[in-house]
């Protein structure tokens, strides 16, 4: 898998970076989470990338067991997707787990392979069926210990001189909800926290790199006014382009 600035053949131009932005749906949505205009939002801030004079050429496309047949083509792949609603898997609505395992088998070679990946939010909560997931993602939900306070305003202090996705940014100021007690990988390195109604601090920003590829995980982005947010659009900027020039 190349990250470079190829040119096209016929073109002085380089080639577009492709960002897929990957939106839950089906056994991978809930009634909490409006994945389509989360994902909405977030192929609005990335169209604007220039990273190293490539522009970003980004689509949005809902989870099916086939969405992922072309991602050897991509250069960011947005992970915006959760947990089934309540009693879907359990009624056997839509493809089952085999139907599906090409799907988790994809990605996972995918990223173990150098692939860059970005996941928002409820991705800690998704392909629970797949343990590979949360090595990929460097932590997870985990149900019946993880938690977060009521929507409202949130302050997110990031680590300064430490990295360079959060280096010379702020706090980020957000109406969002804060993800508190996921269970984080101890090779992942923390970039950001959030506090809990009790003042106790929870990581909510990380990089991992441990399964071989490059991850960025936030727990922001519950619904479309977390993407109102300066701060918050800086940090997600900040974070693909630094993803895009690894």
Do not use: K
């Amino acid at each position: 898998m190349s990250h470079s600035a190829t040119t096209h053949p016929d073109s002085a131009l380089p080639r577009a970076a492709r960002i897929l932005v990957l939106a839950g749906r089906g056994r991978h949505e809930d009634p909490w989470h409006d994945h389509a205009a989360t994902s909405h939002r977030l192929a609005l801030l990335l169209a604007g990338l220039d990273v190293g004079g490539r522009p970003a050429d980004v689509a949005v496309r809902s989870t099916f067991p086939g969405a992922l047949d072309d991602l050897d083509d991509v250069d960011l792949l947005v992970v915006n997707a959760g947990t089934s609603w309540p009693g879907l898997r359990e009624a056997g609505i839509g493809p089952d787990d085999a139907a599906w395992a090409p799907f988790h088998d994809r990605l996972e070679a995918w990223a173990r392979a150098g692939g860059r990946l970005l996941a928002v939010h409820q991705s800690a909560n998704a392909f629970g069926d797949r343990p590979g997931w949360e090595e990929v993602l460097g932590g997870r939900w985990v149900p019946g210990t993880s938690y977060h306070p009521p929507f409202g305003p949130a302050t997110v202090a990031l680590a300064a001189g430490t990295h360079p996705v959060t280096e010379g940014l702020g706090a980020v100021e957000v109406d969002d909800e804060r993800y508190c007690r996921l269970r984080v990988s101890p090779e992942s390195q923390v970039l950001g926290w959030v506090t809990d109604d009790d003042g106790e601090r929870h990581p909510a920003v990380w990089v991992a790199d441990a399964h071989g590829g490059r991850t960025v995980y936030s727990g922001l982005g519950h619904d479309a006014r977390a993407y109102d947010s300066p701060s918050h659009s800086a940090l997600l900027l900040r974070a693909a382009s630094w993803l895009l020039e690894a």
